[in-house]
């Protein structure tokens, strides 16, 4: 690529010259007990910080998450959702060692029929348990086993490794493409070493770290980290484009 070809993509990605179609498209998963439309409200600062550069799709998991425990008494919450659950009670819990994996693989093939049919998509996001499937998809994709996904990026809010046998090995291998890893210090439901030992086998990596809990954040403090990530990304992507267009 020439020097003005790489200035018109560094110009693009600043946005003088980007448009709603460039730029770069995310998959967004989210965390246990959310859907698709409280979780896209939960990230209305960070969509607005990052609106420039991508745009953000959301999709609800396919599993109705059950009532708490102790309150099986009371009706469901339809708009309670769950990827997979991992405890023999039917519930999901984060740092439930040796569970079952009940629903992953539903789960797995509604995301990757999302990715084809309202894609095309370069990037997954995903927070808490949505955090942990994004990153159980891009092991998986860098092996280039068990799925059609093939992410570009990758941003994982409260993250953390499936601690269920029957993902033990997936997390083998080492992932190259470039991860954004946002956690809090003061996490009660996913503790920061979760977080840490899933960012550990992210070979590219960001790590944003804030002093608050299980949330995804959106203050003046880590904007400049998610536009700088993301800019850098719409970037790859308009440079991919013009080599495959030449």
Known sequence: ????????????????????????RVLCLHGYRQNEFSFRSKLGSFRKYVDKYAELVFISAPHQAPPFPG?????????????????????FRGIYKGGP?????????????AWEEQGPFQGLLGFSQGGCFAGLLTHLAE????????PQFVVISSGFRSLSLAHTNYYENTVKIPSLHIYGE?????????????ASGFENKIVVRHPGGHYFPATAVQKLHYVDFFRDRL???LELLELEND
């Open 1 to 24: 690529m020439s020097g003005q070809e790489d200035k018109l993509s560094a110009g693009k990605a600043e946005g003088l010259e980007i448009q709603k179609k460039d730029r770069v």
């Open 71 to 91: 309150e099986e008494d009371q009706s469901v919450n339809e708009n309670q959702k769950s990827w997979w659950f991992n405890k023999p009670d039917g519930h």
């Open 101 to 113: 994996t009940v629903g992953f693989e539903e789960s797995l093939r509604l995301v990757e029929k």
């Open 143 to 150: 092996r280039g086993q068990l799925t059609t996904l093939k």
């Open 186 to 198: 003061a996490d009660d439901i996913i503790p920061t070493e979760m977080s840490e030992e899933l």
């Open 235 to 237: 970037q790859a992507h």
